[in-house]
């Protein structure tokens, strides 16, 4: 196998996740300055409701992307109220009781809730260096949780609130990885109308006051880019090269947070955030320097998603042979190789 082929899906893998991490980051100080005043149910409302919009407008022909199917209508559901409910009504709570660094640093925890459940769920791989990388992730989550507390309860609950979030969202990860081969605009498009249409509904219930115009449409393009955009590169990324890889790059997405959130004016820092910053800098970067290879077996499996035929995997026949990416169900024989490889959707044997 070349070497090119070996390296592209995790060299493609970690730019589409750097891309939605710097998308993501950014939206956080933005969501605290726009969301002031609103309630939490509608932030997330208008959130989703821009993500949507996305997904309506990107979405691919069946040619070219595997279509969701009736049976990942449950898996949607919950993303939804995981994702897209009480995630972002978490954050945009949280957002309003402590300063938008420390919830930007806060957000690095997402990483770690991501790998320890892939790892659970779906067997990812983890070697000493990435255990040593959570390590560090959650001593610096701990710093900033003492941090706030010095500041008093009402910033200590608030940063309890992202921390809410960053759960929520490590589990709406794992659930989609298992939806990373479907056109991912369709699975932004689900989630984020059931999203925003649950969080519109409480919205009136607990009688959130309404946006300004002005808000509003803010909101809708934070969340259209933060949170649509940022979504879509996020499970391209997942396809590419797993949940918890996928989990660690994103973790670059707070620090992008925090530096918006001191350029626009937010002067909360302490050395003990500093010190957080940097142990959480740490370890993101220790999780990325993990490498893998080794002698492996492929079975044989029949499945369908976009695919290409210079990636060493897809040798199947066509008549004639299409160029570039193309979704079809096809059925891959047993092999035998050796080579660098991450946990796509061809690597995930057991260790």
């Known amino acids: ?20 991490a710097a998308l993501f980051g950014i939206s956080t100080p933005l969501v605290q300055r726009w969301g002031a005043g609103l309630g939490a149910f509608t932030t997330a409302a208008l959130l989703y409701a821009g993500a949507a919009i996305v997904g ?20 949607l559901m919950s993303m939804a109220g995981f994702g897209a409910v009480l995630g972002p009504v978490a954050l ?21 809730f991501t790998a320890w459940l892939a790892r659970l769920v779906y067997g990812e791989t983890l070697d000493r260096r990435v255990w040593c990388a ?44 298992a939806l990373a081969e479907r056109d991912p ?18 919205a009136v219930v607990f009688r959130d006051p309404l946006p300004t ?23 391209l990324a997942q396809r590419a090269f797993g949940a918890a890889r996928t989990g660690s790059v994103f973790a670059f997405a707070p620090f992008i947070g925090a530096a918006l ?35 492996h077996a492929h079975e044989a499996m029949a499945h369908e998603h976009a695919h290409r035929h210079d990636d060493g995997h897809h040798n199947h026949a066509h008549d004639p042979m299409p160029t570039g990416a193309h979704s079809h169900r096809h059925v891959h024989e047993p092999l035998r190789h050796s080579h660098p490889h991450v946990p796509d959707a061809h690597h995930r044997h057991g260790h």
């Open 92 to 112: 945009a709570w949280g957002l309003q009781h402590t300063s938008g660094t420390g919830a930007s640093l806060m957000l690095t925890l997402e990483a770690l």
């Open 213 to 235: 115009l002005g808000a509003a449409a803010a909101l809708l393009t934070v969340g259209a880019t933060g949170y649509g955009l940022s979504l879509r590169c996020y499970l």
């Open 261 to 295: 959130a001191m350029s626009m004016g937010d002067r909360s820092g302490s050395w003990i955030m500093a010190v957080a910053g940097v142990l959480m800098a740490s370890g993101v970067v220790l999780h990325l320097a993990e490498s893998h290879g080794h002698a």
């Open 185 to 202: 605009s369709q699975v932004v498009l689900a989630k984020a109308v059931l999203g925003a249409a649950a969080t519109a509904v409480l």
């Open 1 to 20: 196998m070349k070497a090119s082929r070996v390296h592209l899906p995790a060299l493609r893998g970690g730019l589409l996740a750097l891309l939605a």
């Open 56 to 75: 309506a407008l990107s979405r691919q022909h069946a040619a070219k992307e595997a279509k969701l199917m009736r049976g990942d209508l449950p898996r």
């Open 134 to 177: 959570m390590f560090l992730l959650i001593a610096g989550g701990i710093a900033l949780v003492l941090d706030q507390g010095r500041h008093g309860g009402n910033q200590l609950w608030g940063l309890l609130a992202v921390l809410l979030a960053t759960l929520a969202w490590g589990t709406d990860n794992t659930l989609s990885r």
